[in-house]
């Protein structure tokens, strides 16, 4: 973890890691290519986000666009694999990556969908984004340069009353035998995605939020199981979910 001051104008990118899923990117929506962990990955981070939304905001359940005449800011987004599904519950999306090629082919997506979605390319902490009524950040933040700066370009794009949701491999013994070793040897995931030293653990989360003024709520483990596949869960051994507000 970086022991810079937390600067939200610091630089959070690394271009080698930039360039690792920039080559990616025409890929990314194929869900039996290299991005395939990530389409499994969707519907489980989609299930936390949306009860998320509704305990937040107090919206509907039932409710198709609970993220009505709001805001959503979605930061390492890849080529818009969450961008659109928030874009379909309502949400007027940015979505914020490092990768030229990943913001060209969520352009390119989301225009063939018919979806009206702002990508931007570039440091979070200096495209001036603010007042965003719900900002997530979807297996980022072991990727970035300096971590309490990315957290706090995150907190400065959050509205006061918004809603922030994180996600990331936690860093133990069993996501280092499983996420590193195992799924990038068996060609789960591409080689160099992950870097088990850069893997956040929640106690230094919540300490990474609490200094950028934020308040985490309970983790929630994303597990996998061969009878279940990818899930929400109470072990947090592998990957968490966690929602944040403003303190």
Known sequence: MSNATPSALAPTIRPEEAAHFGKLAQDWWNPKGSSAMLHRLNPVRLGFIRNAIDSHFGTSPRSLKPLADRRALDVGCGA???????????????????????????????????????????????????????????????????????????????????????????????????????????????????HWDDFVTPVELHDLLSEAGLVMGNPIGIAYSPTKGLHLSDNLALNYIVTARKG
């Open 80 to 194: 818009g694999l969450l961008c659109e599904p928030l874009a379909r519950m309502g949400a007027a999306v940015t979505g914020v990556d490092a990768a030229a090629e990943n913001v060209a082919a969520a352009q390119a997506h989301a225009a063939g969908g018919g979806l009206a979605i702002t990508y931007r390319l570039g440091e979070i902490g200096v495209l001036d984004l603010a007042g965003f009524d719900l900002v997530t950040a979807m297996e980022v933040i072991e990727h970035v340069a300096d971590k309490p700066a990315f957290v706090a370009a995150l907190a400065a794009a959050l509205a006061e009353d918004g809603l922030m949701v994180l996600s990331t491999p936690n860093r133990t013994a069993a996501a280092r035998l499983l996420l590193v070793e195992g799924a990038e040897t068996l060609g789960m995931v591409p080689r160099g995605t992950h």
